[in-house]
């Protein structure tokens, strides 16, 4: 066994790091190792307990704040279902890039691009949380590409005609307006909803300059805060149809 003094604590106690190996050789590169560890600021003797498990479940527990029921509900469940089962005992100081790509090769078998690039992130946000606390020194994760995975389901778009056909059937009904606008906008329903009459200018002031078209503001949203998916999703719409149907 070899030892070293790195340092001592406020009341004056010197700090002992300790390593030993089947030769002095190794003994004193692995007291090297935790020696850098040290200088590097992360604490060696917890790091090496570490797993990605704890890792992980750290980020669902403490790394979600401000985030809708739903999507943390989501998150856990990717993460407990394709996450922690495959990675989760292993340390996170060993975790390599090769053990990521090799994982997200296994997913892309079953999963669609969307489920494998969704369970990447949770894993890198994570193990990002984990480099600032002083857990590890690299991101590992970052090395890696997301592969192609499955197709993924069949769009559940409307065709051309069935768009139509629910516009004739909704005219005329007390959701015409909101049938139409969701269709013509392109607006999410948590943006539709809510969705007041504060943000609708029928009117709109042909004389201005420069003129002003009739318009509808979706800048708001029913999500965590009241804001709109993404700060870009935040758009001012003109269709001229929406506006006929809101006047009728």
Known sequence: MV???????????????????????EAKNKL??????HDDGVAAAASRAYTVAHT???????????????????RRSLARQHVIPALGSRKLTELSAEDVDCWLADKARTLSTRTLGDIKSILRRAVTRAQARD???????????????????????????QAHALVEKATGSTMGAYVVVSLLT??????????????VDLDGDPAGTPP????MMVWRSVRVG??????????????ARAVRQCTA
Do not use: F
């Open 226 to 239: 009241g804001d709109t998916k993404t700060k870009k999703s935040r758009r001012t719409t003109r269709p």
């Open 3 to 25: 030892s070293a003094t790195v340092g001592y604590t406020p009341a004056g106690r010197r700090m002992r790091r300790r390593a030993s190996g089947r030769t002095k050789t």
């Open 56 to 74: 992980v479940n750290d980020w669902l527990d403490h790394g979600l704040g401000g985030r809708d029921a739903s999507t943390v509900e989501t």
């Open 135 to 161: 857990k590890v020194k690299r991101n590992v994760v970052l090395l890696c590409e997301t592969p192609t995975g499955q197709v993924g389901r069949p769009s559940k778009a409307l065709t051309l005609d």
């Open 32 to 37: 090297k190792e935790i020696i850098r560890d």
């Open 212 to 215: 002003v078209l009739p318009h």
């Open 186 to 199: 392109g607006a999410r329903t948590e943006e539709l909803r809510p969705l007041t009459w504060s943000h």
